[in-house]
């Protein structure tokens, strides 16, 4: 007797009614240090879409490391803005020289000096400019070696662990910081090329004393060149305290020294140095001068 197969009862989706299901899990790391899991199910058909996303589990003390670590960075760049507007600092002495420079600029038929001092900033922005963007293809790449990079530490004495998600979240912080760094390069090198062309423009030197207007542009073109250099001493800023932001990696207290130590030495350098010292000899020396 032959044996015939029942057919299988068709099974009719209701289009009015259908579902969607999505699973959103948070991993971070290994099983041992996952964060906690998040799901949110809806469904359509035999069909799943899968959503993946990591929830950083960072505790109070990370949290303060990182406040403590913009706090001080922020602060201390009105502190230095304001303090520099009523004493003496490298930024407002050379501001200074730079108009000393310009008015010299004026009284001379080869200005070939001149040029070579812009160009001369331009190739230390450059460089800077430069290096900025090697250090952040390198910390990109290190986004995907990060288990990698958590085994060679671990075993460092005082080196506190943490998951990966966590790890991941300080590489971020570190490659926000440097892209702000390569932000400020790239337009002190456009204000420099600014220079450049304003001192190209700059009124030829004659047998008479520079007039108004030429005293005028020589100032302007100095207030550029002296802007130029504060962008400049922002980016250059922002690696001192990228020194400060990598030692997240060992231990939240090494954020707290550091971004202190990283203070205090830019305050010496800024207020306390000896280079603002000779700077101001200088030009204490070139105003005696001047009056005789």
Known sequence: MPIVAKPRPAIKSQARHRHRLATVEARSGNRH?????????VREGCEILSVDFFVV??????????????????AYGFFAAIRGRGRPSLTSTMGEWRQSWARQMLERDNRMVDIQIVLGHLRIATFFASTTILIIAGLSATLGAADQMMLLVKDLPLVRTTSRAAWEVKILMLILVFIYAFFKFTWCIRLHSYTSVLLGAAPEAGETP???AAKAQARDIARVSSLAS????????????GLAAVTWFLHP????AATVWVVLVLYRREFRSRALALLRNAERVRKEQGEV
Do not use: E
């Open 33 to 41: 240090n996952r964060a906690p899991r998040q799901s949110l199910c």
């Open 57 to 74: 589990d960072f505790d109070p003390l990370d949290v303060t490391a990182l406040v403590v670590f913009f706090a001080g960075w922020i």
């Open 210 to 212: 520079p007039d108004t």
């Open 230 to 241: 504060y962008h400049f001493n922002n980016g250059l800023r922002a690696y001192y305290f």
């Open 253 to 256: 207290y090494a954020v707290f």
